[in-house]
Each structure stands twice: as structure tokens, then as C-alpha cells.
């Protein structure tokens, strides 16, 4: 469908454009599962603050690596090495995560750090690996390093505005943890049948598919919060406790 309308006569200078608006749908997309991870990694600093600091700098280095996969991604996907490791890398976080103690509610949680400058390496690493996958996928779709670049920019931007939503409603949503890290385990797996044998991988439309109805679920249950009655104050009450005061 593509090549018809690249090849049409009415596409003066809407080539560009129309490649990079794919481009920037195709990131925002492949991005859902790979922002809950990273907000689930986040997430282990416990300290919404050092949350907010680990996704904008650990985010800053996920960028030049993504921007320096994309300029040597024909001689990485040379070798299948990396994308062994980056499904070797995904599934051990998945592993981690569900290996990992229940607390109260029955519920697993990914890792936890005592440090701002542990969780950053996790969550740049964690982008590398998912864009194993997505650059693969730009690179399929246009040649153009220079608009795939700028679809990587746009897709970094959204990841990081994604991933910010996503702390607050992994707080909000009890199942959302674990059926980020289960779309996780999708992009691990797609990456090992990539090395295994390309024509086991499942198409771009029944991975998205996929993704769409697990994260249906993560978002169907509201966790539980607890009302907190606040005191109510009489001016009776008031008069007393300044006279027991006085006393």
C-alpha cells in the first residue's frame, strides 16, 4: 500500500512527511509496553523525586544509545548477537520480576534500588533493548536515516511522557505491573525468534494485538485505596483540650 502511493504522481513532497508520521505512530505504539518497564524500574527507587531524576537522565543516555544503534544499526543487525542479548536481557527481567516476593496483595514488583545511580543503567539499558526491536522495524520501513532519526527523537520525547503517566497509574491499577512485564516478555521472545528464524516472528499487527488486550486487562481492576476519615474538630472540643493545656 506504501509503494502505491510513494510511486503515485500526486505525492510531490508528501513522501517525507508521511513516512515520518508512520515512523512517529510506529514509536508511540512499540512504546506502551517499554514505557510501563521502565516506570516499573522507576518505581524501585520508592521516592517519587528520584523517580522523576532516574527516567529524564537515564532516558538521556537511552537516547545516544538509541541515536547510535540507529547510525550503525546496518552493521549491528549483522550480527545476531546483540538481539540474543536483547532478548536474553528482556526475559531476565521478566524473570526477576515475577521471581520476586509477593507483598501483601499478592503481587510481584520489579527491582528495587538504593540508589538514584542504580536504576539509571536498568533504564537505559532497558530502551536499548526494546529498540533492537523498533529501529529494526523503522529501518524497514524507510531507508532515511535522517527521518528515522527524527522519529526517534519525537518516540524518546513520548516514551518520556508515557513512562510519566504510567508511575502514577502502576499506583492506580493493580494488575498493570505484571501485564507490563507479560508484553515484555512478547518483545523478549519476538527478538529470540528474530535469531532463531525471522519467518517464526509473528507479524507487526498480532503483536500490537497482543499488546493491546494484556494492557486491557492490566487496566481493568482500580487497586484498592484506603479512606483516611479526618478528624472532625467541635469548637467544644476545642475549649477543652486549651483549658487541659492551661492546666
Not at 513522501?15 to 510501563?36: G, H, T
Not at 540474543?84 to 520476586?100: E, T
Not at 513520548?158 to 507479560?182: H, K, P, Q, S, V
Not at 472540643?237 to 487541659?244: F, L, N, P, S
Request: proline share 3%; aromatic share 10%.
Amino acid at each position: 500500500m506504501l509503494d502505491h502511493i510513494f510511486n503515485s504522481p500526486f505525492n510531490i513532497g508528501l513522501e517525507a512527511p508521511l513516512v515520518l508520521l508512520i515512523l512517529v505512530f510506529i514509536e508511540a505504539v512499540l512504546s506502551a509496553d517499554n514505557a510501563i518497564a521502565l516506570a516499573a524500574i522507576a518505581q524501585g527507587l520508592e521516592n517519587k523525586s528520584l523517580e522523576t531524576k532516574a527516567l529524564n537522565i537515564g532516558l538521556g543516555f537511552a537516547y545516544v544509545l538509541r541515536i547510535s544503534l540507529i547510525i550503525t544499526a546496518t552493521w549491528v543487525l549483522k550480527y545476531w548477537q546483540f538481539e540474543l542479548l536483547g532478548a536474553v536481557y528482556l526475559l531476565w527481567l521478566v524473570f526477576q520480576h515475577f521471581s520476586s516476593d509477593e507483598d501483601s496483595d499478592n503481587h510481584h514488583h520489579g527491582p528495587r534500588f538504593k540508589s538514584l545511580w542504580q536504576a539509571i543503567p536498568v533504564i537505559a539499558l532497558t530502551d536499548l533493548a526494546f529498540s533492537l526491536d523498533s529501529v529494526t522495524t523503522a529501518i524497514a520501513i524507510s531507508q532515511d536515516r535522517t527521518l528515522v532519526l527524527i522519529g526517534a527523537s519525537i518516540g524518546i520525547i513520548t516514551l518520556r511522557f508515557m513512562a510519566g503517566l504510567f508511575i502514577r497509574w502502576l499506583d492506580e491499577f493493580e494488575n498493570l505491573e505484571d501485564a507490563g512485564y507479560i508484553t515484555v516478555a512478547f518483545v523478549g521472545l519476538r527478538l529470540l525468534l528474530k535469531v532463531i528464524n525471522d519467518s517464526f516472528v509473528p507479524p507487526e499487527w498480532l503483536t500490537i494485538s497482543a499488546i493491546a488486550i494484556i494492557l486491557t486487562w492490566g487496566f481493568s481492576k482500580r487497586s484498592l485505596v484506603e479512606e483516611i476519615t479526618p478528624e472532625v474538630t467541635t469548637p467544644e472540643v476545642e475549649e477543652r483540650t486549651e483549658v487541659g493545656t492551661r492546666e
